[in-house]
């Protein structure tokens, strides 16, 4: 493929759907907290060391020169391989999930895959993990009922993970247009299910303004 | 003014609506109209299906498939709807069951009432006596009216009690609006649907008779499969169509019969305070005492303009007290009236309860019954779903 000119990647980025958008927001959001997260161990590490040092000499004895130097060196050796061992992992296989953060665990595997699906599924996966972020906070908000939990269940945990291994076993030459069309058919019908899921989730909140507001009116709005 | 009774408005009727009749299967169709767009819409899609149906060999796989995607005609309509049956189900019975608390308040705001009554209290121009024997201390009509001071704190908690659960029969009916009008949706919904069936029906009879001489296996197999089909559907569509439409009156008559109560409950306190106030007046004229209801009056400012309207009918009223003043008797009368007239609405509002809740269980059951009914259909329709999932339906309902 021709590379496109940096001006152009700029645009497109600029044109890129609000839910690539977001979803690029969300994998940022998730490397900025690895990183993190690393940093505080690693630094937290180096501050141990420092006072283990300290207190090594005000109680037991003057260290050498050359103890202090090798375990500075230890240390930083330590220190960096702390920063980038052991490597982020790929989130757990999606079937031993939590059903309580099977979407945010489901949107993870979804990132891991999306190198090797083709451009118009990189587009649903975008309205994809975004409707799993919004599926995940709903969760967080409320446990579902048993039925849709069972039905999210067998569709993140099953059916989408089998669409897109089935797609990725195929060998790339034998990638016909067929092939294609048919995966992203499947994700399609998973956005829909996923976007009904999260509809039926929030009927009673939406329908719980709108009752709100009826009673407003009947109340407060005297003939 | 020809009436002298205070707060007397045209009697209080509180009418229960009539219990919802069960709706035959073959009655429901046609209740919510179709606009002629959709039927254009619709009629244009099962002429397409109906063309590429007969395109096919009738031996052929794809025929086969044409006619399974039938068996889905109307299932996620009817599941839509189906759905919603549970919870119409479920309100009248809450409003059955709970009675709401207003009952209670009622109830307490009677046994109030009737402690001040003053046809309850004997002779109250006698004088007090000792032991019944010596006459002591002043009137007891001074006393009477004082026992209005301890009891006004007690009443005005009451009514505001019955403030809250009036909102909450005002909140319940605007859930029962907004519950309606998704039934309403669904309805329309499954009208289409029924409109398609109904359509597909007609075509498929004329298709097949037109077949019959040229190729009549073809023929045969257009009603032996496709036209048994979309009558079995027919069928379930209508039934799941004639419980949404029995449970669309009946949500319409919980919010009847919550009208009618809230009538109620605001001619209560009307009267009640019409009440408070006409024994200010009576025993300013009486004992020439002038008796403090703040709270009362507090509320009373609080309170919308029905009270309003009684306080107008109170003013006019009241100088006419104070020249009936010579004779004790009139004012007395006039306030016992005012009792009355809660007493009235109180029992208007118990035998109002009393026939709503016959008609509602009527309803209910009713309603039951036919749910059940249309249970077993969709229970079957599911298992044919299950059996052909791989087939799409064939036709959606337009939004």
């Known amino acids: 493929m021709e590379k496109l000119p940096e001006s152009l990647v700029a645009l497109a980025r600029l044109a890129a759907s609000p839910n690539a958008r977001r979803a690029q927001v969300r994998r940022a959001e998730r490397i900025w907290a690895d990183l993190r997260r690393r940093m505080i161990r690693s630094g937290g590490f180096a501050a141990a060391l420092i006072l283990a040092l300290l207190l090594w000499g005000l109680i037991i004895g003057p260290i050498g020169t050359t103890t202090l130097v090798l375990t500075t060196l230890l240390g930083a050796i330590i220190m960096f391989a702390l920063l980038f061992w052991p490597a982020s992992k790929a989130p757990a296989r999606l079937k031993a999930a939590d059903p309580r953060t099977l979407p945010a665990h489901a949107e993870l595997w979804l990132d891991t895959q999306r190198k090797a699906l083709p451009a118009p599924a990189k587009t649903q996966l975008d309205t994809i993990s975004d409707q799993l972020a919004t599926l995940q906070a709903q969760l967080d908000a409320a446990p579902p009922p048993a039925e849709t939990a069972r039905d999210l269940d067998r569709l993140l945990k099953n059916h989408l993970p089998e669409l897109v291994e089935r797609y990725t076993r195929v060998p790339t030459t034998q990638r016909s247009a067929e092939i294609e069309t048919s995966l992203t058919d499947g994700l399609n019908i998973v956005q829909k299910e996923l976007s009904r899921t999260s509809e039926s989730l929030s009927e009673t909140d939406r329908d719980g303004v709108l009752i709100q507001r009826r009673f407003l009116e009947s109340r407060y709005s005297k003939s | ?399």
């Open chain 2, 1 to 399: 003014m020809a009436n002298p009774n205070m707060a007397d408005g045209p009697p209080l009727k509180l009418d229960p609506p009539a219990a919802v009749a069960a709706v035959a299967p073959a009655a429901a169709a046609g209740l919510v109209p179709l606009a002629p767009k959709q039927t254009t819409e619709l009629d244009k899609r099962v002429e397409t299906f109906v063309t590429e149906l007969i395109a096919q060999d009738a031996a052929s796989p794809e025929f086969g498939k044409k006619v399974d995607q039938l068996t889905n005609l109307g299932a996620r309509e009817i599941a839509e709807a189906a759905g919603q049956s549970n919870r119409f189900l479920d309100r009248p019975v809450r409003a059955m069951d709970k009675d709401t608390g207003i009952g209670t308040d009622l109830t307490a705001l009677r046994t109030q009432i009737e402690d001040l009554d003053p046809s309850r209290k004997g002779n109250l121009f006698s004088r007090k006596k000792l032991l019944g024997l010596i006459p002591f201390g002043g009137n007891k009509l001074r006393g009477y009216f004082d026992s209005y001071q301890s009891a006004q704190s007690n009443i005005s908690a009451i009514l505001s009690r019955l403030k809250d659960g009036k909102d909450e029969l005002l909140h319940d009916n605007a859930a029962i609006e907004q519950e309606r009008a998704k039934l309403w949706e669904a309805m329309g919904k499954l009208e289409q649907m029924v409109h398609v069936s109904r359509t597909l029906d007609k075509r498929l009879e004329e298709t097949a008779a037109d077949l019959d001489p040229s190729d009549p296996a073809k023929a045969k197999a257009i009603r032996e499969s496709a036209l048994f089909q979309v009558r079995q559907r027919s069928q379930d569509l209508l039934t799941q169509l004639a419980v949404s439409v029995q449970g669309y009156l009946a949500l319409d008559l919980v919010k009847k019969n919550n009208v009618e109560l809230l009538k109620g409950v605001d001619r209560a306190s009307t009267t009640t305070v019409a009440a408070l106030r006409t024994a200010v007046t009576v025993s300013q004229a009486l004992t020439n005492q002038k008796l403090v209801l703040d709270q009362i009056t507090a509320l009373n400012a609080t309170t919308a303009g029905i009270i309003d309207a009684t306080g107008e009918l109170l003013k006019s009223n009241t100088a006419r007290i104070h020249e009936q003043a010579a004779s004790a008797t009139i004012p007395m009368e006039t306030l016992q009236r005012a009792f009355q007239n809660i007493y009235e609405t109180m029992d208007a509002v118990d035998s109002f309860k009393l026939k709503a809740l016959d008609a509602m269980k009527t309803t209910v059951t009713g309603l039951s019954d036919q749910v059940e009914k249309s249970r077993a259909y969709i229970a079957r329709a599911e298992g044919q779903a299950q059996a052909k999932l791989e087939s799409p339906p064939p036709f959606e309902a337009l939004s």
